[in-house]
């Protein structure tokens, strides 16, 4: 493996090559598989997880890290072709990424949507243009239309609670939230479920339905797995034996880059909060999932989260294991 980016780059017997190597790290710790490696991590957004959970696992295989975060104690960085650099950036990445890969052995990067054009966002124009210019093993720490890595560790924690893949059902349920939000997160857990082969629904409000391009991406996915993709506005009907509910807010669509239009079509949708009554008609000991940061009692209600039924704490932990397997595979090789 050369690069992490997307999911879906991957054969899903990479995929199972990796969560493999995730479990046996977990059990079986390796101290010195990365000894003297670095590995640099660029974050032009905030993050606890990613960056807390690469810095444990490289330090965990025995190799370091450095952070950067543009603008915060490093020059503003300028990610747009083509501009005239009168404004507050005064490094482009073009310079930046390669001089910052030449210090480590590995990159990653975390890059979200402009949020202002849906076309350059589905096309994941920004990060793609700074893949371009790395020459060394890269990481997508969430881009504008893609978490891989919030991906795997959703996988892995589903296959530690035994959670079916062929027959399983997995619910992806748009959430209240009070700002609108990317498309990352909700695309990379809908293509990842399908990729597992497991009964996906989406289910949204009207004017929230995924781009075609997501639902497009994830129905190829199921094609490969013996899956299957579809979505609906009727929580019971979803819900109806459902094995994990995924919650999770995204911005709709046709209102991309038009916050007054969006909100008022977000007014009206508070009670798509998920509760305790929303498992009703779901299967016996039905899992929520959440990438977290989340909003309490927003998003999912505390006695959903502080319940038997939430795992986002393993989701989290996971984040850690399935990264060791992926640097371990970019830096050190092997594998399927
Ligand atoms: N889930 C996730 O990526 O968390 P952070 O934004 O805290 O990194």
Redesign the pocket.
């Known amino acids: 493996m050369k690069r992490f980016l997307y999911l879906s780059d991957l054969e899903r017997e990479e995929v199972r090559d990796l969560l493999a190597l995730a479990s046996r790290l977990e059990r079986q710790p390796d101290r010195d598989a990365l000894g003297g490696k670095i590995l640099a991590l660029v974050f032009f957004n ?6 807390a959970s690469f810095q444990a696992g490289m330090a965990r295989l025995g190799g370091s890290s450095f952070v950067i975060s543009p603008g915060q104690g490093s020059w503003q960085l300028e990610t747009r072709s083509g501009v005239v650099m009168d404004g507050a950036a005064a490094e482009h990445v073009r310079e930046a990424i390669p001089v910052l890969a030449s210090y480590g052995d590995a990159l990653g990067i975390r890059s979200f949507a402009s949020g202002t054009d849906l076309a350059a966002d589905l096309a994941d124009e920004t990060f793609r243009a700074m893949a371009e210019v790395c020459p060394v093993p890269l990481i997508n720490l ?1 881009s504008a239309i893609d ?1 891989p890595c ?1 991906a795997l560790a959703d996988w892995k924690t589903m296959d530690d609670l035994d959670i079916p893949t062929r027959g399983g059902k997995f619910v992806l349920s748009w959430a209240w939230h009070p700002k609108a939000l990317p498309l990352a997160v909700p695309a990379a857990a809908v293509h990842m479920a399908a990729y597992r082969g497991m009964d996906v629904t989406v289910l949204r409000p009207e004017g929230f339905q995924l781009p075609p391009a997501v639902m497009d991406r994830a129905r190829r996915a199921a094609v490969l797995s013996g899956g299957s993709v579809r979505e609906t506005a009727d929580r019971e009907e979803a819900m109806a034996g459902a094995h994990v509910v995924y919650a999770k807010s995204w911005t709709a669509p046709a209102h991309y880059g038009d916050p007054t239009a969006e909100s008022a079509l977000r007014a009206g949708l508070r009670d798509w909060c998920v509760g305790e009554d929303w498992f009703a008609p779901a299967a016996p000991g039905a899992r929520f999932m959440h ?3 989340v909003r309490r009692n927003v998003v999912v209600r505390d006695e959903v989260l502080d319940g038997p039924r939430s795992v986002v704490v393993r989701e ?1 932990e996971n ?1 850690m294991w399935t990264q060791m397997a992926v640097l371990y595979r970019l830096l050190k090789g092997g594998g399927a």
Not at 46 to 51: E, G, N, Q, V
């Open positions: 905030p993050s606890l997880r990613t960056l969430e978490h919030q990438c977290l940061p989290a984040r």
